[in-house]
């Protein structure tokens, strides 16, 4: 299908390129370390290149799919190789391509062990996810977002650290656990459509435009709700996350706080509001309640932490809790807010993994205890580290300002009692976030291990470069941002308003069970 | 004339003293015996119903059953002396080996 | 205007980012960029004042910031008599500290570093004195929150140091918590949070929403400029340089919050309940600070607690109506207050940093400079005319006085009474009377002229700039000058004209000797038999330990948030999130291995078990006929 | 339907006939030929299976051709068992050519068992008759009770034959005395003509004997695909028989079971009307079905042997597959038949693979013996994991399609509950299919642990399984197209 970048298939280039990168690596001899290095990020730099081309033929001003892509898949099954991108998924694919390859280049000197495996695990993570933004096509979808496990699972499991094997077998046991509802969800839907219009589809935009019963749509809801809710993490489906964060290599929080959970937020975003409006509206506030408690408890908890992974582990509940937040209250300020903020939580705890990370590859420890004062010893890393923390505390004229005072705005605009608990949150995140950079960055230097810390090198400029710049484009001037996700969101929110209305026959087959 | 639930009746006890036998019994060739029982209680079932139904299939099926019971048996104790030779015994509880 | 406006911030800005990226070469010369900065936007600011005075105003959006569904914020400016005067006082004040900084911080390793923070506080600190909507006066607000906070921890090594700019940080947060809300009650109420259209419809709402809204907004006031409760932050801020805690605990940071309530006049105007509220709160708040300023032994202390006085002074003007008076006392406050904390810094810098004035004494001899323009600046604070601080706080009592409430009048002559006594306290023990410091160890001396100049031009303000007030009935300059932008709606609340000119004399007798009874007090005990302050303080120990533990209000948060909040914390993630949640996620799997095993046993090896498990199925199954 | 001669089509009969020659021939041939030449043995099977398949496809095909009094019916539901019977079969040969040299099997006698017990197989896929049906089943079981005990100096396989052999000829007799209840109630044993008589009882006394028959029929097929609580053999037998032989049993002849439940769904005794003799089949079908996934894996969790883990898993497999039996549709068929190829595809993959790791005396099988060997044999290792993975049903694997056309029909035909239970159990089975994966790649290597090289025949066997995993996996539209072409949907 023709797209304003002519015939292009530039989504199809954008999935798969990491993975024949990765096909190729895998004939190469697993002796030429180097060669993987730089492939990989070679790779993922032309994957970025490619994704900004994105930027160029996208349409601001359309809420439709654009650069869609679509082809037979299984014809049989009615289901089709269906790509697509609206604004919703636009700034998701490009911090996709974008994490990837920084967490690729953090990873040069951190992993010296199964080179190979390692890098062909990123790759396909990188198709992975970049799949799950781009598919329209549920079977599709749900392939993308079962298949990129498998290279998290390794990742954790492989290069983690002591409990890794504990923390990757419960990310994806627990995960899974999610999606096997979700899978039932998809089949019943499946049917529904074919109750519907007599055909068999996956397609998404089709699914999009069927009026489902209210009964129906609160346990497809539920089911769709349990997978993305782990992986988002709502609480109180949390406690994989700091786990699998803690355990993780460097890249591979790196990929989890920027990527992984986003897809979780996406998911509600994408399937479980505009597939199940009446639902949707009807779970609201128990939803939001969840939200809530997420904020407030991630925060608190995260203020106790005594291992710096584990408080932003429990920093992004909080964060993420936000996310939802904004999403469910149904508004244009509190969606777009929610949106932006996936991006921005990607974006600032993407770095302070990495930061994070640079601290344990000279120390290797991630305790807060450990360090103190290395302001001092590291100055442009005290910068760096600075400017994070601010973004993730949400200091106007960084990102994390402009997502979260458009969630609080939305929720306070849907209920007073929203917008207060979830100011709260700010609060308690200037404490833990303020506390941990004192107890890290101030005081004097009291260990003498810590006081022969090498500052940041090119290397580690150039990973954290971009994501300062992002931080504060965002925060200065979010309007290229925001001009793109709005027409998508506002497609959602109208799909809402006019999808409440409506009743419709339970078919038999369907009705059997669910009149039990 | 003999009626028909009398046959059954038999072939049932037949059958039932069989399966007993297999629960109980701690012998291998005293097994393989009872599964003969067994056998032979659906064997008489299928010639009784044959006749009452007027139909030679039930009759057919009887002699294919007694071949393949043959055979069983016959397997059954080429791989019971062959057990013998390795552990020395017969009984069915010294084979657990394999288990849990 | 526009043209031009962006410089004033933008100077500032561009200076951050050369002694951002450049620190390592501008190294010892970074003041030369900051200082020409702020001398940039003080000429721009000049430029615009003298615009302003032509009666010009200006309203003017340079961009969309952001934009989602029916909210816009834009990044724009505002600028009129009151934006302009602040700003005027901003970089004035500013550039002096600036030049004089060059002196203090002269042999620190952190100097670009320092001057960097400076400059990126005056960028935000006129931001958010240009702001045209209030989601940007929040943005520029937090941000000099943050300068705040780097600032009074810029020695970190110091665990004080950067637990101080934490705290201030996080008290900070608390009261934008309730600036936030504000401003998104703000939008939910008008659909707008422009200044000129939300002032436009303020009449239109309900009284119980502009009291919801304004209160909210008195809540940020409240951290931002340090009044009762969250005033706590303050004294601890002054573990920053001392040229900070003049610039920005002092002079302007501080007043942001009387700055917010005189531009959102129109909306407190119509929430009295809010005008009450920021009356007792004002005066409670400048009562309290001036009783604990009464006996602190630091210097730096001492001026902090006057702050917090004076800042409730500025409220109490601003409750009262008195909108003018409020801003008045704001800028003379810049001026003298500034000055008596560079005044500290330079004797701080002659002693080596010592700040326990019981061990200086008879400096004056030495630090002429110093010891004349802190004097200038004590009478200032004190009320003695015709130093500046006189006009502005007579007209904030005088305002007190005509609005009737009379209770607010006598507790602001007690307070002027002991600002007075505490003022020359500090002034006596430092200057006067014999050295209480080993003179052979301590070479005490004057400081350089990059330090006194700025003393010199600050007594000059401090001096002068109170006599843009003279004048009756609202009829002086300042008055004039700043009419335009609080007799639009609502003017009629206004308490400040009203009280004949016998009258006003009587109010201004009194006040005066109010203040001299203090400085005589003062004299009486620390300089003519400094014993005696030690007799005094044992006679009334209970009230002095009191006072000198600040009422124990620290320890009364400790126990009642900081400590209760950090044990819950605990509880919660040591109890319910990894027994209960986790405990729970763990246990379903556990539990099923637990079946797994045990399910094993079944499988015994033993063909009997085997055969009665397969009885058992043929039972079930058939059962399951038997009992259809 | 061309019928070339009156009663007898002998084309129609040539597949199970050539089968049965061929096992006649490889057994003679294997008294002549000498050791070192046994090689020529596997060939020969190998040849004589493919030809059988290309029958399948000679001239207008055997579509439709009905022989023998019914006692052959070559519908498409024949053709595709009978193609999964023989090729399983082909592929076993293959992996047992190192097997039979090692382990100094009797090369005539092995592979001529191999080849009798697909014949039985193939009767059991293409007759609607259940004497037929009987003495295939019989044919097969006897063969592999052989198969399973043929190492004889192994006390392990020795158990494992004798207890099949008992266990087996136990559900043999139960299932006989069903089939005699089904012969009482209606008068015949061809599945045809039962399904016709199931509205109108003829023994109007003895109204009990369809039910009952049909329970203890679907207890004796129970047995042979291991439903719980039937399955008690499958463990204790797949752990002691030579790993070739456990490749080649839990592929076939479970196979084999399905495809003669799903005969009885096909022509009609459970179905179409669902309830026959008041029996709600689908409740008792489906309790089945989730007992015996249920059971399956919870046991697999707590397991250390990977063969003994594997046979817990195929029982769990079988449950995922009784979802299809109770959804009772002829789609479902189809779903049934899809699911056993990429069973078929996966688990001969992952046996392959278990079977040239084992080593001597089978000290291969600990899980411990895994640690590392993603780093001593990289390739292998990431090719168990796709197997392992398809094993889990993870998506791109023909495990997923497979568990997915399944669940689709259960989901079609209302049963979500069921299909709940389905996918948490696909959960639970990712702990243990993955802990291989853990061993495999987040331990390091144990070097005292040796790997013995891969027999080429082996991995030639791997590789077309893990082409046909992945190819089934992503693309199944095709085999799913003639699948369903075939059933007649």
């Known amino acids: ?516 | 004339m003999v009626p028909l639930s009398w046959y059954l009746s038999l072939s049932a006890i037949l059958f039932f003293l069989g399966v007993v036998g297999m629960m109980t019994r701690r012998n291998t060739i005293i097994m393989l015996m009872c599964i003969e029982l067994m056998m032979n209680a659906a064997n008489l079932t299928f010639v009784a119903l044959s006749h009452y139904l007027h139909s030679m299939n039930g009759q057919m099926f009887v002699f294919f059953i007694v071949a393949i019971a043959a055979a069983e048996v016959s397997v059954g104790l080429a791989i019971i002396i062959n057990l013998y030779r390795l552990k020395a015994s017969v009984d069915p509880d010294d084979m657990n080996r394999l288990q849990g | 205007m526009e043209k031009f406006v962006w410089l004033i911030p933008a100077f500032p800005l561009i200076g951050v980012l050369i002694n951002l990226f450049f620190g390592r070469w501008t190294g010892k010369k970074a003041h030369w960029i900051a200082c020409l900065a702020v001398l940039g936007s003080f000429i721009v600011s000049l430029m615009v004042f003298s615009r302003v005075m032509q009666g010009e105003t200006l309203n003017y959006d340079y961009f969309n910031w952001i934009w989602v569904g029916s909210f816009h914020a834009n990044a724009g400016v505002l600028i009129d008599p009151l934006s302009a005067l602040m700003l005027i006082v901003v970089t004035g004040v500013s550039f002096l500290i600036h030049v004089y900084s060059i002196g203090y911080m002269h042999d620190d390793p952190g100097y670009p570093r320092f001057f960097l923070y400076l400059n990126l506080f005056v960028f935000s600190m006129v931001s958010l004195v240009l702001a045209n909507n209030f989601l940007l006066l929040y943005v520029f607000w937090e941000a000099v929150g943050l300068c705040s906070y780097l600032l009074i921890g810029f020695w970190f090594q110091k665990k004080s140091a950067s637990d101080a700019g934490k705290k201030a940080f996080i008290v900070n947060r608390i009261g934008d918590f309730g600036f936030g809300l504000g401003i998104m009650m703000i939008f939910v109420v008008f659909g707008s949070i422009q200044f000129t259209e939300v002032f436009g419809m303020a009449s239109g709402a309900s009284v119980a929403c502009l009291t919801a809204i304004t209160l909210l907004l008195l809540l940020g006031a409240m951290g931002k400029s340090a009044q009762i409760p969250l005033y706590v932050w303050l004294p601890d801020a002054m573990e920053g340089p001392t040229p900070v805690s003049a610039l920005i605990h002092a002079a302007t940071m501080v007043t942001a919050g009387v700055y917010m309530i005189a531009r959102c006049h129109v909306l407190f105007n119509l929430a009295p309940l809010t005008q009450n509220v920021i009356i007792w709160m004002g005066m409670l708040t400048a009562f309290f600070a001036a009783t604990i300023a009464l006996v602190q032994k630091d210097i730096k202390r001492v001026l902090a607690y006057s702050t917090i006085s004076q800042l409730g002074y500025m409220f109490v003007g601003v409750g009262l109506g008195a909108y003018t008076a409020g801003i008045f006392h704001l800028a003379t406050h810049a001026f003298f207050k500034a000055l008596l904390f560079l005044g500290a810094g330079s004797v701080m810098h002659a002693m080596a940093n010592e700040t326990d004035m019981w061990k200086m004494g008879g400096l004056s001899k030495i630090m002429k400079y110093t010891s004349w323009t802190f004097l200038i600046a004590c009478l200032a604070i004190a009320g003695i005319p015709p130093f500046a601080g006189f006009f502005s706080k007579e007209e904030i009592l005088g305002a007190a006085w005509s609005a009737h409430r009379y209770e607010i009048y006598a507790l602001g002559i007690l307070t002027a009474l002991m600002t007075a006594f505490y003022m020359f306290r500090v002034y006596f023990l430092t200057f006067k009377g014999t050295p209480r410091y080993n003179v052979h160890s301590h070479h005490a001396h004057e400081s350089p002229w990059v330090m006194t100049f700025p003393l010199m031009v600050l007594a000059v303000f401090s001096v002068i700039a109170g006599w843009v007030g003279i004048g009756t009935h609202g009829g002086s300059w300042i008055h004039q000058f700043l009419n335009p932008v609080f007799t639009l709606p609502g003017s009629e609340h206004m308490a400040e004209a009203g009280h004949s000119g016998s009258e006003q004399l009587l109010l201004m007798g009194i006040a005066i000797a109010a203040a001299l009874a203090g400085i005589g007090l003062a004299w009486q005990i620390y300089l003519k038999d400094i014993k005696q302050s030690d007799r005094m303080a044992a006679q009334f120990s209970g009230l002095h330990k009191v006072l000198t533990n600040k009422y124990y209000v620290d320890e009364f948060y400790d126990a009642v948030f900081v400590t209760p909040i950090k044990n819950i914390s605990i509880a919660l993630w040591r109890g319910f999130d990894a027994v209960v949640i986790d405990g729970t996620v763990n246990g379903i799997g556990w539990f099923v291995s637990i079946i797994g095993q045990l399910l094993r046993y079944f499988q015994s090896g033993y063909v009997r078990t085997y055969t009665t498990m397969f009885v058992i199925g043929v039972i079930a199954v058939l059962g399951f006929y038997l009992t259809r | 339907m061309k019928v070339l001669m009156p009663s007898i089509d002998y084309m129609a009969i040539m597949p199970q006939t050539l089968l049965g020659v061929a096992g006649l021939v490889i057994l003679l041939l294997g008294l002549f030929v000498p050791r070192r030449r046994q090689d020529l043995l596997a060939v020969l099977s190998i040849i004589f299976l493919n030809i059988s398949v290309l029958f399948l496809f000679t001239g207008k095909g055997l579509l439709g051709s009905v022989t023998l009094n019914q006692m052959v019916t070559w519908d498409g539901f024949s053709i595709l068992f009978t193609l999964l019977f023989v090729v399983s079969s082909a592929f076993t040969v293959a992996l047992s050519i190192p097997f039979v040299n090692r382990e100094n099997v009797h090369p005539g006698e092995y592979y001529s068992l191999l080849i009798f017990a697909t014949l039985g197989m193939v009767l059991m896929a293409t007759t609607t008759d259940l004497l037929i049906l009987f003495l295939g089943l019989e044919l097969m079981s006897i063969a592999l009770y052989i198969l399973a005990s043929i190492t004889r100096n192994n006390d392990k396989a020795a158990e494992a034959g004798m207890k099949y052999l008992i266990m087996g000829a136990f559900s043999s007799a139960f299932l006989l005395y069903g089939i005699a209840f089904m012969y009482g109630a209606t008068g015949s044993t061809n599945l045809v003509e039962i399904a016709s008589y199931m509205n109108i009882s003829p023994m109007g006394a003895y109204e009990w004997m369809l039910p009952a028959g049909l329970g203890l029929v679907l207890i004796g097929f129970g047995f042979k695909v291991g439903l719980v609580p039937f399955h008690m053999w499958i463990p204790d037998v797949y752990e002691g028989a030579p790993t070739v032989v456990t490749t080649f049993m839990s592929i076939g002849p479970k196979a084999a079971g399905f495809a003669a439940l799903a005969r009885f769904l096909l022509l009609g005794p459970f179905i179409p009307n669902h309830e026959v003799g008041n029996i709600p089949w689908p409740i008792l079908l489906a309790g089945l079905a989730g007992l015996t996934m249920t059971i399956g894996n919870l046991i697999a969790i707590a397991q250390t042997n990977i063969k003994r883990m594997l046979a817990y898993s195929s029982i769990a497999h079988a449950g995922y597959v009784m979802v299809g039996l109770v959804t009772a549709s002829p789609k479902s068929v189809s779903a049934i038949y899809f699911y056993m190829v990429a069973y078929f595809l996966m688990n001969m993959g992952a046996f392959a693979i278990v079977y040239a790791l084992q080593g001597e005396n089978g000290r291969g099988l600990a899980l411990k013996r895994f640690m590392g060997l993603a780093y001593k044999k990289p390739g292998l290792a990431l090719v168990f994991s796709v197997f392992l993975l398809s094993l889990t049903g993870f998506p791109l694997t023909a495990g997923f399609m497979g568990k997915f056309n399944l669940f689709r029909e259960a989901v079609d035909a209302g049963l979500i509950g069921l299909v709940i239970v389905a996918v948490l159990n696909s959960v639970v089975s990712a702990y243990y299919y993955l802990r291989v994966v853990v061993f495999m790649y987040m331990h390091d290597p144990d070097e005292s642990v040796t790997v013995p090289e891969i027999p080429s025949m082996v991995g030639f066997v791997v590789a077309l399984c893990l082409v046909g995993v992945l190819y089934f996996g992503i693309l199944p539209g095709g085999i799913l197209k003639v699948i369903n072409l075939l059933m007649g949907n």
Request: glycine share 8%.
């Open chain 1, 1 to 516: 299908m023709p797209n304003s970048l002519g015939n292009f298939p530039i989504l199809s280039v954008l999935t798969f390129l990491p993975a024949l990168g990765a096909l190729a690596f895998l004939a190469v001899p697993r002796n030429r370390e180097s060669f993987f290095r730089q492939g990989a990020f070679a790779v993922s730099l032309l994957n970025f290149l490619i994704s900004l081309l994105l930027l160029k033929g996208f349409i601001p001003s359309s809420a439709e799919m654009q650069f869609v892509e679509w082809r037979q898949w299984i014809p049989g099954l009615g289901a089709s190789y269906h790509l697509g991108l609206d604004g919703i998924t636009l700034f998701l694919v490009l911090l996709t391509t974008l994490i990837s390859m920084i967490a690729i280049l953090s990873s040069f000197s951190a992993i010296n062990k199964k080179v190979k495996e390692y890098y062909i695990s990123l790759l396909f993570l990188e198709t992975g996810m970049i799949g799950v933004f781009l598919s329209l096509d549920m079977l599709l979808f749900y392939f993308f977002w079962e298949a990129m496990l498998i290279p998290m699972y390794f990742l954790i499991g492989i290069w983690g650290h002591e409990r890794r094997i504990y923390a990757a077998v419960k990310f994806i046991l627990y995960t899974m656990a999610g999606s096997a509802f979700m899978l039932v969800g998809i089949l019943v839907m499946y049917f529904y459509h074919y109750h519907l219009t007599g055909a068999f589809s996956f397609d998404l935009l089709s699914w999009n435009t069927m009026e489902l019963p209210f009964k129906l749509q609160f346990w497809l809801f539920l089911a769709f709700f349990v997978a993305f809710a782990i992986k988002v993490p709502l609480f109180p489906f949390h406690t994989w996350l700091p786990d699998a964060h803690v355990e993780a290599p460097t890249a591979g929080s790196v990929i989890l706080a920027g990527v992984l959970l986003k897809m979780g937020t996406y998911g509600l975003l994408r399937f479980c509001i505009p597939l199940f409006p009446v639902a949707t509206l009807q779970l609201l506030p128990y939803v939001c309640t969840l939200a809530l408690i997420g904020i407030i408890y991630g925060g608190l908890v995260a203020m106790v932490q005594p291992d710096m992974k584990k408080l932003v582990a429990y920093s992004s509940v909080a964060h993420l809790g936000y996310v939802v937040l904004g999403l469910f209250v149904l508004n244009p300020q509190g969606m777009v807010g929610g949106l932006l903020q996936m991006v921005n939580h990607g974006l600032s705890t993407g770095a302070l993994f990495l930061m994070v990370g640079m601290l344990y590859e000279r120390r290797h420890t991630r305790l807060i205890e450990d360090f103190g004062g290395i302001a001092k010893v590291m100055p442009a890393y005290f910068a760096f580290f600075l400017i994070v923390t601010l973004s993730s505390i949400g200091l106007p004229m960084l990102n994390g300002f402009v997502g979260e005072f458009n969630i609080i705005l939305g929720a306070f605009s849907y209920s007073v009692l929203y917008g207060v608990i979830a100011n709260f949150g700010i609060i308690i995140a200037a404490v833990y976030m303020l506390w941990m950079f004192q107890r890290v960055m101030f005081g004097e230097v009291t260990r003498e291990e810590n006081k022969i810390l090498k500052d940041l090198n090119l290397r580690e400029y150039l990973v954290l470069i971009p994501l300062v710049i992002l931080m504060f484009w965002i925060g200065i001037y979010p309007k290229p941002f925001i001009s793109r996700m709005e027409p998508s969101i506002n497609k959602i929110i109208s799909r809402c308003q006019a999808g409440t209305t409506v009743d419709c026959q339970i078919p038999s087959g369907i009705s059997m069970e669910l009149n039990k």
